[in-house]
Structures are given as structure tokens and as C-alpha cells.
């Protein structure tokens, strides 16, 4: 089988790679030339474990291609997947000009019947539009060849991406001719061999999917973070909390850890593209305003747990952060917590010493020297009046306390991930402030408010 992935961003570079491995064969096709150039040396634009050496093991199999060429790339296609960006535009509705682009570049250059698969987070009812792009090129060449188009949203990871492209919990399709559902089926084949579910349904349905899963996930964390900021008031320890509901298999114990607010590129895009489309439709979601509006309460927790506790005055202060990206095993800052963080912080005339292991250079292209980046750890701890976790790093979970007293210059911990036990925390001294449980350290200092 031969198939296009067109746009060489996280989703179309790590499902081309995951399809090339599968033993079909596969051209990422994208505008940006210097990428293409990059890929084809061997030079990966994102930060992704494991997906570097697929990529060349691949490429010298001569089963993954780079090219900045769709025309080319499609004259053998059985699939072309469509994996550009869907940026929000200023309302919050995805911006759909690159998606219609590529189809209609598709429309301009097919020479035979090949499935249109949108790959991007796209909103409902984009399938129709597509095929509408691509049925306008193929008239005003007067061809009369056939296409379908389908849908196949994407559920990866950021860190786990490769993963959860290869074992997934599920493959969703959206066809609307059997034609399409079969070569979906031979595309698939190795998922379906591994008896990892593969479930075909309509095409708005699969296009529902996609938003209803990501929104949903977005909820349970909104829902836990506000549970978590309750639970500081009336004296609950979250952590029980989470464990004692989290064992109702109804429930589940997956995404309800309370923390700083979700972000990355899905959730926050993808529960602001329901809300539009739901009020467009005459049928707003209210559940889902209301879990946008606690995620942006959230990004602020850490810092007003710090504003409190030096009663409102930290200009000069210094304060040395861990953890950058929205979450561990990626350097992607995009609607991180730790740019609300370090905002405010500074706005009110603090210091910020930042520490993460693999996003300082991200962190530095989008707000510059504005924070100064330490080369490990505890560095970011000398003479700092407190330490502020945001990203749960591996690397922070089991610090050496000991070490980091003698270098801060008050035993202070903000912890905005729930990463350090309450009771070493105790036994060592510190003052102690997480999410959704008792305050260590100091009397009196009831936040959440
Ligand atoms: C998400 C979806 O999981 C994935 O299926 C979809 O395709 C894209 O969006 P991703 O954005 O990579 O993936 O990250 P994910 O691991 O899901 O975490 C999202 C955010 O939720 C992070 O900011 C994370 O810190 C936060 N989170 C997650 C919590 O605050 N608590 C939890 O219990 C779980």
C-alpha cells in the first residue's frame, strides 16, 4: 500500500513514521522546505521519545519519504491523510483554510480514485467541506474520477505518542462508502491482527468522537481541580479523595490528578471548538464553558497560594522553578501553566529561575531572557525564597531534600503536581504548599479563596 501524510507536524510525522513501520510505504509531504530538508537528513522538528530512530530506520528501508511536493507524492496514493494544522481562529472556531487547501490541492492533481482521510482535529462537517474542495477541482478540470472521503481522528499522547499509535486503545473511522471502509481495513490490518479495536461508524460520528473524548477527559481534570480547591477549605486531602472515587470502575482512576490546569494543543483548542460549535448549533454546552473557565482559574493556583503566603508583596523575591511544558516528556509549552506562572510572577517584580530538561530553549524562544534558565535542577535553587513545581519531571519526584536546604533560602515548596508525601515533608521541615491538600508549615494559610 502507498499512502500521503500531508503536513509534517506532531500527528502527521508520527503517523506516517507508525504506517511506514507497519511495511507500508509512506511520503510526509509538507510546504515548509527547510523542514523537508531537515527530515531528510535525519533532523526531527519536535521532541517526541523514540520517534527519531524510527524515522531513520525507516527512511533507510526506503519505506518513509519527505517531500514538498503533494502532486508528486499522490501519483500512487491509495490514502491521503490530512494532518495540517487547524489553529482557533479570534472566536474560537478552528481555522480550516490549511485542511481546504491541501484538498483542494488534491482535487487539482489526483489522476486516479484514492480515500481523503482528515487526520487533523477538525470540527463537524468538515468531511463535507472537504469532499465539496476537492469535487470543485476535479469539475473544473471536467474529470469525472471518484473519491471518498473519510474520517480518522487522532487520540495521541505528546510522550506516548509512538505508543499509542501502535497499541491504541482504538481506532476510530468514519466512511460513507465501502470502497473507503475497505482500503481503511487493509490500512489498518496490522492494529486489527492485534485485535486492538478498530471501529467504523458514519463520518459525522467519527468527527463527534474526537471532541467528546478530549472534552471529556478535560472535564474529569476541571472537575478534580475544583474538587481539589473545596477540599483545601473544609480540610479533605484530595489525594484520598481521588483514590477513594478514582476505585469505582464507573469512575475510573485515569485523569483525576488535580494539578495546574490542563494544557497543550488539544484540550484547550478542542473544548473551545465545542463550545462554538455547540452555541452555532442553537445548543450550548454549558458543562464545558464551565470546565474552560476552571482550567484559566487553575493556571493561577500556584501563584496565589505564593502571593498569599508572602501576604501579597514578592517584588525582589526570587523563585526557582521546575518544570516548563504543559506536561513531562515533552518540551511543548503551548497553554502551559508555567507561562501564567512566570507572568505574574514577574509582573509583581520577582526573579524566576527556571529549570526543565528538555524545554528551557522553548521557553526562551517564546519570552526570551525575561527568566533566567539554570543547567540543572538544584541550580535554580541558589538563594531562591522558594521552589515552585510545575511539571511532574520524573527527575523532581525523589529530590534530594537535604541538598536543595542548604541552597534555597527558605525552606519554602510550592507544588503544584502533588509530587512530595505530606509526611517527609513533615519530617523534613518544609513549609509545604500543594493542590488540594493541608498546608505544611504554617498556620493559618487556608488558600484556594
Ligand atoms: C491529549 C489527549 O490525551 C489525546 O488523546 C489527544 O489526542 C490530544 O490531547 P496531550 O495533550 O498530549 O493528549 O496530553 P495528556 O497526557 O492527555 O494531558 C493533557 C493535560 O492534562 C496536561 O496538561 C496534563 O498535565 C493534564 N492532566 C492530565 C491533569 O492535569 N490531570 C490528569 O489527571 C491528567
Redesign the pocket.
Known sequence: MNITIVGTGYVGLVSGTCFAETGISVTCVDVDQKKIDNLNKGIIPIYEPGLTPMVKRNMEKGRLSFSTSLKDSITEADAVFIAVGTPPDEDGSADLQYVLGVAREIGKHAQHYMVVVTKSTVPIGTAKKVKAAVQDELDKRDSDLTFDVASNP?????GAAIDDFLKPDRVVIGTESEKAQKVMKRLYKPFLMNNHPVIFMDIPSAEMTKYA??SM?ATK?SFMNDIANLCEIVGADVNNVRKGIGSDSRIGNK???P?TG??????PKDVQALVKTSEQEGHPLEILKSVELVNNRQKSVLYKKVMSHFDGDIKGKKFGIWGLS??PNTDDMREAPALVVIDKLLKEGAEVVAYDPVAMEECERRIGDSVQYAKDQYEALIDADALIVITEWNEFKVPNFRVMEKLLKNKIIFDGRNIYDIEEMKDNEYTYYSIGREVIGVEDKVLAK
Open positions: 487522532e487520540f495521541l499522547k505528546e473524548a478530549n477527559l481534570i485523569f483525576i490528578y494539578g490542563y494544557g497543550g494543543s488539544c484540550f504543559f506536561k
